[in-house]
């Protein structure tokens, strides 16, 4: 892609001056960060862009140009060559706090023809949250014409959201359940649903409903949404405590939230399959990884992985390689690049010549220990490379099945992922256990909560039920908080755990 060809060379020479220095001094070369060794492709990892706030949602246009949501609002147009950056809306009407705020972003795929953009972000209205679906034109530089396709209820948290264009030219909108437990199964609300629609954003005939926008049912909170070049629909999802999920979406699947979590292994969730006919995810995550943006890479460009579904990390902090069978309704393999080393991955999506761009978001409402680095956040550029340094970045197995864990590692695994790993919480959304009066003394109420959950705080956050863990991992579990954080109380039995149930 080439910023010197036809329209856009003029696009290129009304430049401000600041941004043509920007432009030349990118220009000169990339900075590499790595080198990644596969079986055979050597890749190399630079920096496309760095000083960017939570770059949300990545979409590559027809002529090759990168387009960035950033999750304050600013929507940006990225040359993929030389990283030179156009700033092209500041949303003016957005909500953002902790997860809301832009949150979603498709380029028509016929952009040249119809320069339309859709994005989806939360905003105010009245005393209330709503999420809105809204179209604008490209045009001279610049993103005009906001046209409100769909507005439907928002919430706090669990907005979703992605969108992406099918092989039939409509519009697919992967909505989150604001939390409220009966949404996604209520075919009335747009709510923990896919939604498909045209793209002047009328409902399309063959929709299994013709006068419903939805499309399939039952999801809690999507954070990926990809087609495959067979016209294949995956999505990631956040799970609650347990089993996020990727899923291959079918017209009108149920995919079971709230009743059945991951795949169908409990006998209320078998119960509720069979009178519901259900969908089981291809692959499920206990603990969780938080899978965010996915994105099908078919290019020859790096054969080890083509035919492969992308997906990035933000608890996991990694990108995940999972392989499909040739019908692409499979997953047969899994590997783990980049574990802990740039931190939470947002969004990932394949370029025109099969290399691939990632984000991070580690200035987000969840930093962890170690991050942001330097030039965060960052959009970073993987593509092949003539040679590799000498300690190049390897992609592991994932495990599929977990060992036997310290409470330690139980700990880290399930709970930390809120109360954090020092176990001082987040500040007004996930309490703190180190001051928590409950770690101390008789256990029996802090087994409750654990066993059992709790009820939403101020945050409309939970505590989920981790009834699933044995009664020695729970045990295992207390014990480490107890005696990380309170002052030396007695140890709790496995049969202690037992007996509370
Ligand atoms: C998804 C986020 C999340 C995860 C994961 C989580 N918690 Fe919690 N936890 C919460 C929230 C939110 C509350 C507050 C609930 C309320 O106010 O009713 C809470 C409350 C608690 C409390 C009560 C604190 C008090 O003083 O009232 C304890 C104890 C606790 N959690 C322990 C754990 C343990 C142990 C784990 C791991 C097995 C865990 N939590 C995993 C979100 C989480």
């Known amino acids: 892609m080439m910023i010197s060809k036809g329209k856009h060379l003029g696009a290129l020479l009304i430049l401000p001056a600041i941004m043509l220095g920007c432009e030349q ?178 409902i399309p005939e063959d929709n299994p409903d013709p006068e419903s926008y939805v499309w399939a049912l039952g999801f809690r909170n999507m954070q990926g949404l990809a087609f495959s070049s067979r016209g294949i629909l995956y999505t990631s999802e956040h799970g609650d405590a347990i089993e996020d999920e990727v899923n ?38 206990t603990p969780v990884i938080a899978p965010s943006g996915i994105t099908y890479y078919g290019s020859p460009a790096i054969p080890e992985w083509s035919n492969s579904l992308l997906l990035t990390t933000l608890k996991g902090k990694s990108l995940r390689i999972l392989f499909l069978n040739e019908t692409g309704d499979e997953i047969t393999g899994e590997e783990i690049l980049f574990e802990n080393h740039y931190g939470r991955l947002r969004d990932i999506v394949p370029g025109p010549h099969g290399e691939i761009y990632l984000s991070t978001s580690n200035l987000d409402w969840n930093p962890q220990p170690g991050f942001p680095l330097d030039g965060d956040d960052k959009i970073l550029k993987i593509s092949p490379a003539e040679e590799v340094s000498s300690t190049p970045l390897i992609p592991i197995k994932a495990q599929q099945a977990l060992v036997a864990q310290s409470g330690k590692e139980l700990y880290l695994s399930y709970c930390a992922s809120c109360h954090k790993e020092d176990g001082a919480g987040v500040r007004d959304v996930f309490p703190s256990l180190k001051a928590s009066g409950l770690i101390n003394g008789d256990p029996a109420k802090l087994i409750d909560v654990v066993l059992k959950g709790s009820g939403e705080s101020e945050n409309s956050q939970q505590m989920p039920s981790f009834a699933f863990l044995t009664d020695s991992e729970v045990a295992e579990i207390l014990n480490y908080i107890r005696s990380e954080w309170a002052s030396g109380p007695t140890s709790i039995s496995p049969d202690l755990i037992k007996q509370s149930r």
């Open 248 to 285: 291959l979406i079918q017209k009108g699947g149920n995919y079971g939230w709230p009743h059945i979590e991951g795949k169908h292994d409990l006998e209320q969730e078998l119960n509720f399959a069979g009178r519901n006919n259900t969908l089981e995810p291809l692959r499920s995550w």
């Open 25 to 202: 001094q990118h220009r000169l070369s990339l900075k590499q960060l790595d080198s990644i060794q596969l079986d055979k492709s050597q890749l190399k990892v630079e920096v496309l862009t760095s000083g960017m706030e939570v770059p949300w949602d990545l979409e590559v246009d027809d002529m090759g140009f990168l387009w960035v949501a950033e999750q304050k609002g600013k929507v940006s147009r990225v040359n993929p060559e030389t990283g030179a950056q156009q700033s092209l809306l500041q949303l003016q009407d957005v909500w953002q706090e902790r997860t809301s705020g832009l949150l979603g972003m498709a380029v028509h795929k016929d952009f040249k023809k119809f320069p339309y953009v859709y994005l989806n972000y939360t905003a105010r209205k009245d005393s209330g949250i709503v999420s809105r679906l809204v179209r604008y034109t490209y045009e001279n530089d610049s993103l005009v014409k906001p046209f409100l396709l769909l507005e439907i209820e928002g919430g706090t948290s669990h907005n979703g959201s992605r969108l992406a264009f099918g092989p039939d030219e409509k519009l697919y909108w992967a909505t989150g359940d604001v939390h409220d437990y009966s949404y996604a199964q209520n075919v009335q609300m747009l709510n923990g649903k896919i939604l498909r629609m045209n793209e002047d954003g009328s």
